[in-house]
């Protein structure tokens, strides 16, 4: 098998994964869904799933060894003399090109956590741990120690911030608001210093 034709099968296996474990703990509640329920409806065994995630509660909220964080990848993937905010604004609208087709594991993602203080935290963790690859990539795009100058910790709070304002924004309305424009209204915000707008 191809490297490429693998690399695609490991993907839609993640995928069905997290599907499988949400869809199923959106109609059943956590504590009822088992791990070898998530490998069934996804069409794996369960020894599968383990190469995939530690818990349930991992697919879940998406955490996996094996994947990286896609926001991560993508600020890797941006041109080294970019300035940070505009990298930070780049490799965040492309992360969420597969949010907006499809919305519903979005909103069903939002559903399960909300639902589950368990998971709830397990998320909240994640999203800290995701964040502080972020500011530490930032840091090392501009050659600074983010441990010891506040701009790398600060850029990220604030980018991670303003883009769960637009998500929200995003995920209450029910017209046809496009998530892209949210995020840019976001980062023009934060680029002129959070000055109000006229």
Excluded: C
Aim: cysteine-free; glycine content about 8%; proline content about 7%.
């Amino acid at each position: 098998m191809s490297s490429g034709l693998r690399e695609r099968k490991k993907a839609e296996t993640l995928a069905a994964l997290q599907d499988a474990a949400l869809r199923l703990a959106d109609r059943h509640g956590v504590d009822k869904v088992s791990v070898e329920a998530i490998a069934d409806a996804a069409g794996v065994s369960p020894r599968t799933f383990f190469n995939y995630f530690a818990t349930k509660e991992d697919a879940m909220i998406g955490k996996s060894p094996t994947d990286p964080a896609p926001l991560l990848e993508r600020l890797r993937a941006r041109p080294a003399g970019e300035a940070p905010l505009e990298a930070m604004r780049q490799a965040m609208l492309a992360s969420l090109e597969g949010l907006q087709q499809d919305p519903e594991r979005w909103a069903m993602r939002r559903r399960v956590v909300q639902r589950h203080p368990g998971l709830a935290a397990r998320n909240a963790a994640r999203l800290a741990e995701v964040e502080q690859d972020l500011v530490e990539e930032i840091g090392r795009r501009l050659g600074t120690d983010a441990g010891r100058d506040p701009y790398p910790g600060t850029l990220v709070a604030a980018a991670m911030g303003g883009a769960r304002v637009a998500l929200s924004i995003w995920q209450d309305n029910d017209d046809a608001t496009d998530l892209g424009p949210l995020i840019d209204q976001v980062f023009a915000a934060l680029a002129t210093g959070l000055l109000p707008p006229p």
